[in-house]
T-cell receptor, first 112, second 117 residues
Framework: QKEVEQDPGPLSVPEGAIVSLNCTYS??????FMWYRQYSRKGPELLMY????GNKEDGRFTAQVDKSSKYISLFIRDSQPSDSATYLC????????????FGQGTRLTINP | DAGITQSPRHKVTETGTPVTLRCHQT?????MYWYRQDPGHGLRLIHY???????DKGEVSDGYSVSRSKTEDFLLTLESATSSQTSVYFC????????????????FGEGSRLTVL
């Protein structure tokens, strides 16, 4: 069983739709939760970051963490074609050396 | 953009040949990482370094070696390339937690696309 599971999609939605991206994880030692965005043929870039259960908003993006269910989500409101990218959840494991464990990534396309 | 340069950006090689990928940073970050990215697997850690000459294995280290003789350079070597090592390789850097530093934030290079025939 992978430590972090993410539906790889692909996911295709019309412009303006609300997008929900999700990951589950198995290790309670995970403490920091992140979403990276990766445009085609580019390296990933940090999009959102949280270390507690609950919601965190940044513009049209909301990151949600439920530690009791080991479930994290990223919501995109009023989606734009420029949001088309692969979104990777990433969870930091702090047991000795810090290690970031990535989900498989979900490829998202926003259609004009 | 973080000052991370990967070279070469594209390489085609044959099975059994040695290959070295280079990552160069200008940020003076302590940690450097090599990941590979494959469809269905996401990013998987190959090796990482927490200082000059200090390296450790990641989850998919078999068939790979690394070296870090200077803070700014981290080399990934495939001693004898195999077709299963066809992938996109990403270098990343980070700083340990500290004042003004976001724990766990990695800065990635543009990737090196390797094809082993």
């Amino acid at each position: 069983q992978k430590e972090v599971e993410q539906d790889p999609g692909p996911l295709s939605v019309p412009e303006g739709a609300i997008v929900s991206l999700n990951c589950t994880y198995s290790n309670s030692a995970f403490q920091y939760f992140m979403w990276y965005r990766q445009y085609s043929r580019k390296g990933p870039e940090l999009l959102m970051y949280t270390y507690s259960s609950g919601n965190k908003e940044d513009g049209r993006f909301t990151a949600q963490v439920d530690k009791s269910s080991k479930y994290i989500s990223l919501f995109i409101r009023d989606s734009q074609p420029s949001d088309s990218a692969t979104y990777l959840c990433a969870i930091l494991r702090i047991q000795g050396a810090q290690k970031l464990v990535f989900g498989q990534g979900t490829r998202l396309t926003i259609n004009p | 953009d973080a000052g991370i340069t990967q070279s070469p950006r594209h390489k085609v090689t044959e099975t059994g040949t040695p290959v070295t990928l280079r990552c160069h940073q200008t940020e003076n970050h302590r940690y450097m990482y090599w990941y590979r990215q494959d469809p269905g697997h996401g990013l998987r850690l190959i090796h990482y370094s927490y200082g000059v000459k200090d390296t450790d294995k990641g989850e998919v280290s078999d068939g790979y070696s690394v070296s870090r003789s200077k803070t700014e350079d981290f080399l990934l070597t495939l001693e004898s390339a195999t077709s299963s090592q066809t992938s996109v390789y990403f270098c990343a850097i980070s700083e340990p937690e500290g004042a003004g530093v976001l724990t766990g934030e990695l800065f990635f290079g543009e990737g090196s696309r390797l094809t082993v025939l």
